[in-house]
């Protein structure tokens, strides 16, 4: 067995990639324990329990989505906007590119999955949600005090909007085994459909 | 045990309520007999498997969903659109009011947990979803021909946008716990967005 220093970490790398391309409740412990290569003593020593791991997975994408979704200040917000529909595709890409199939958004898997049954894991990934909600909000109020945004679209609303089109769309081509290849473009006009300036190179 | 010729539909009918409530992979057979009050012996002469019983969940969601969106031709192409975004939050409405929470789409639900796992599940919720886009891209052809859509926009992505703002919105009130009385208004907003009439009474 490998060695303790890293032990959490695999058993963090290993649960994501398992948790992604199956679900939380087909996983068990000792699956996860030989997949990730520690005894299972080792295992409870880092977590007290799966739902803890779980939580550390969300951690783990989380960080590496602020990663890629970092935001150019000196970019109008329409540019912002869009960059951030081309990270979020670009995440995906990954994703099916790593697994040879669309595996779901790691947020929205979870969230689908447990959040009538586990409330601390619901909260856990929603806060992950509502900051991706929140970052884009602020971009979206901008967008509206600089007057780009159609008469009547609610800067707030816009920005709920474009996460559910994220999640929607991920969910359609883990569904239809499809590629999330739609899902930029489909950002992309969801983003023109509520601005003034109609054009996006 | 409840009379046998019944035990069917009450067998489907717990099983739509304890998959929505809870998810696929935490109900078991047993709890399934006992909620649908069959004995083992008639729950497997009507299901091979859990997941045949998933099918007739599936089945019995959509024909219920076919109904509430019963189209009314008469209407034009905007009215339409904006009737099938009343209907679907409508729906969910109902399961709120009966559940006392938000537990997301019957079809969202099984798609996110069990696309990876399960093909032929997969196919069957993934079938329903197809049929929704393609009612939504009938209807946003004629609203193309009519020329209401604003310039550049593809009928059939709208279609597609209208289904994945759908799923991305109740996932969204589900994992923050919170109603999805912001569905059909989002619903309403993607419409306007894409239409060269901006005015929705």
New interface residues.
Partial sequence: MGRTSDARERIVRAAARLFL???Y??VGVDELCDAAGVRKGSFYHYFPSKADVAKAVIDLHAEAFWMRLEDDHQATPSERLHAAADAIGAIQMDFESHFG?A??CPF??L???????D?DL?RH??AV??ELERRLAVVCREACEQRLL?????PD?LA??L???????I??A????ASAS?LP??LH??I???LND?VHA
Same sequence: chains 1, 2.
């Fill in positions: 391309t199956r679900s409740h087909t199939r595996v779901g929205g898997n969230a689908a999955e447990l959040a009538t049954t409330d619901r990934v929603a949600l509502a159609r008469p009547g679209v609610d609303r709920r909007a996460v559910a089109q994220y999640q929607g769309m969910l359609l883990k569904v239809s085994a739609d473009p489909a006009q969801l023109t459909a509520h109609p």
